[in-house]
C-alpha cells in the first residue's frame, strides 16, 4: 500500500507543530536511553545548613565524564523572578567537560551565578539557572523535617521544586562552541548536553530538601520518598527567546519533523497489528487520559485545547472499540484521527502510535542532527525561473499574502539590548523597527517573489545577486527547502494573528516537555523528566516511564 | 577567549550595522569566524575593515572596470563566489586596491573548490594561490591592511607544479608493486576464456 509522509503543507501550519507533544524522539527521552549504562554519581555536596553552597554530579564511562556543578545562592523573595530579565536565582549550574579541579570551581562560583552578567570558558558546555518553586519547597522541606512524606496533592498540581529559566549552550557566553564536542558518540542526538544538564539539576533539587530538611531537624528528618521524587519533574519557564530558534536553523528543523513523520509513515505502513500491540497502545492510551487531569493551566488558550483533546479522545475511544483488527489497521486508525479530532488530539496519537515500536522509531532519533554548513552555500548557477518556480512549489502559501495590510506586518522581531535575547513587539506603536530580525521569512519570500517575477527566467541568480542582496538570507531557505522540505514554518511569523506560543511549544515537545502551561502568548511554563527514573535507576530505564500513572 | 559562536553572530550583527543586508552579514560572520578557527586575524582585519571608514570602501565590484579602488574584501569575495561559475579559461583583472586581503580568503577557497578554479593573488603587499585542493599557504605574520597593485588571475586549468623526470622516476617506481605475468599469466589471469566467440 503506498502511504506517503504527510505533505509539508499539512504538517508545517503552526496550529499542528503548536500541537505537537513529546515522543520517543524527544531528546531528554533518547539522553537517556544513550546514557542509561553510564555511572551516574554524587561526587560533592558542599551546603551550609540553609542549602546554600555547591554540589557537584558525574557521569562516567570508561574513557568520558561529564560534571554538573550546582551552586545555591541566597535569594530574597522579591528577587526571585522567571523573567529572563531577573539578573539573580536560587540555583544555577554548569556542565562541565570532564571533572572540574578545586581551582575551576573557584572560577565558576564566581561566574556561573552571575549568568549571562559571568564569563565561562570552552572546558564549560553548559549553563543554566533555576528558581524554586517556594510554595512547594517550603512545604516539602517542611514535611520531611518532621519526619513525614510531602502531601503530594500539592507537589502533583505543580510537578517539579525547581524551575529553570534558561538553558544555554553552543558556544554562548564563552561557552565550547558545538563543534568541539559534535563528533562525540555519546552526542550525535541534539540537545544531549542541556538534557544531561537538566536531568542532573532535577536530581540537585532533590538532595537540596533532603539536605536542608536534614539540617532543620536532624533528628526527625525523613528522606523524600523514591516514589513521589520519581513523579516530580524539573520546571522550566520559556519565553519567547526560545521561538527564533526554529526559524534560525531550518535544516536541523526538517531534521527533527522528518524523522517524526518517518514514524508515523512507518507505523502507517505496518500491513498486521497484532492483539499484543494493540494492547500496548490501548494501555498507553488510558495512562493518558488519566495524566492529562495533571496538565493544569491558566491559559485560556491551553484550557480550550485541552478541552478539546479530553473530547476528542472520548470519541476516539468509542471509534476504537468498534474498530477490528483488518489490514493497515494503524492507517485506518490514524486516517479517522486526522479526519476527526483537533490537531492537539491527532498529534497526541501520533506519539502514542509511536510507543508501540521501539524498534522502528528509536533509531530515527540518531538521523535528527544535522551539519548546517553544508546547507549554507546558494547555488548562484540556477536560473531566476528555477528559483521562481521553487517558491511556487514549496512557498504557494505565502505568494497570496498582502503584505501592505497592516495585520499581516504587524509585528517585528528584534534583539533585547538588556539580556540578548530575542523578542517581538508591535511595528505601528513601538520603536525599534528599523532593526528588525531576518524572521520575517514569508514576508522576505513574498518580496523576493515578486523581484524576481520581473527579470528574465532564464537569467542566472548570480546576475541578479550582482543588482541586489536585499534577499541573500532567503534565498538560501529557499535552496534548503528544496532539499528539506519540513524546514520551513509555513505561517507568517509577523502577523498580528501569530500565536508565538506555538512556537515554544513546538520546540519544547522535542525536547520533551509536558503539561504545556502558557501563561499568556509568549511565555509557557512546562514540566521536563516528570516520572523519569532517578539518578541511581537510570540503568533500570526501559524508556516506558513517560506514559506511568502520576499517582 | 571568546566562542566562535560569540565571533560570528557578533561580526554578523556588527556587518548589518554598517548598513549591509542580513544576507551578507551571515555571510561575513561565517567567514570571520573560519578565519579565527584557523588561527588567522580575521576579527582584527574586520575591526579594521569598518574603520576605514567602511563608508568609503568601493562595494560594487565590477569587472570592467580596470584599476578600481579601496575595494571592499566582503563584496570582492562574495562577487567571485557568486559568479566564479561563470568565469572559462584564464581571466586577469588589475585592481588598485583592496582593504583587508585576508577577509577575501574563506570566499575564494569556496569558490575555488565548488567550481574547480584556481585563484592567484599578486600585490605589492602579498601573494597567494587558491586551488581546488585543500591546502592554501601564506606568510600568517605578513598580512597587510591593504594590497595595492593587483592582479587577479583566475583559471580552470590546473598548473604542473612538478618537472617530467620527477614524474618519470615516480611512475617507474611505482611499477615495482605489479607482478610479473608469464605467457600462461596473460592468457588466464584477466578471467576472459581462451575463446571469447561464445
Known sequence: MQIDLRKPEFVMKLNRLGSFHQSKLSFLRSFIREFKDWDFETKEISLDEMGFGHCVYVVKNASKQYSLVCFSNHLDDNERSDRVIATKWDASFVLFDGIPSTEDIQRLKDNVPLQEQGRVTEKELCLSRANKSVRVFEHVVDQLSQGKQPDTKILYDVGYLYRTTAVYGSGKFGLADRIKVQDREELKGPFRLEMMLVFLARQFTFDMVNHVAYQRSPKSAVMLDDNIARNLGIGNSTGLGMAPFIVNHPALLNQWIHSREKALQAIRKLPEVTKDELEIFHSYLLTIQENIQFWKTDSEYQIKKNTELSEDLIQFKKYLSKTSLEKFFWNSLYLWVEENTQPECCELIVSLLMEVYPDLVEPLSYEMSIDEEDYFDIDTSRTIGDICNLIENNYGWLIDINFETKDNIYNFWYYSKNKQEPRMSDRFNEEGAELELPLAIARDINLLYKQLKNHDPMEHLSKYLQKSQEYRHVLRRIFICEKLPYSEIQDNTISRSLIPVDMLRLKLSFFGATRFDPRSDRWVRITMYQGAPLMKEISLSDDTWSYKKIA | ?198
Open chain 2, 1 to 198: 577567549m571568546h566562542s566562535l559562536y560569540e565571533i560570528e553572530t557578533t561580526v554578523k550583527r556588527v556587518t548589518k550595522h554598517q548598513g549591509l543586508s542580513w544576507g551578507i552579514a551571515e555571510e561575513a560572520g561565517k567567514i570571520v569566524r573560519i578565519l579565527e578557527q584557523s588561527e588567522l586575524p580575521g576579527l582584527e582585519s574586520f575591526n579594521r575593515l569598518i574603520n576605514t571608514p567602511y563608508s568609503e570602501c568601493t562595494k560594487s565590484i565590477d569587472l570592467q572596470i580596470n584599476n578600481q579602488k579601496q575595494l571592499c574584501p566582503i563584496h570582492f569575495g562574495l562577487f567571485f563566489l557568486d559568479q566564479s561559475h561563470h568565469f572559462e579559461n584564464q581571466n586577469q583583472f588589475h585592481i588598485n586596491s583592496i582593504q583587508e586581503p585576508l577577509l577575501i580568503i574563506p570566499f575564494l577557497i569556496k569558490a575555488a573548490q565548488k567550481n574547480l578554479i584556481t585563484f592567484n593573488f599578486s600585490s605589492n603587499e602579498i601573494n597567494f594561490t587558491i586551488t581546488p585542493g585543500k591546502v592554501v599557504s601564506f606568510d600568517k605574520k605578513n598580512i597587510p591592511p591593504q594590497a595595492n597593485n593587483i592582479i587577479f588571475d583566475i583559471s580552470n586549468q590546473r598548473q604542473k607544479q612538478y618537472s617530467d623526470e620527477t614524474w618519470n622516476y615516480l611512475y617507474q617506481l611505482s611499477l615495482e608493486t605489479f607482478v610479473e605475468e608469464s605467457e600462461e599469466k596473460k592468457l588466464s589471469g584477466a578471467g576472459a576464456g581462451l575463446t571469447d566467440n561464445d
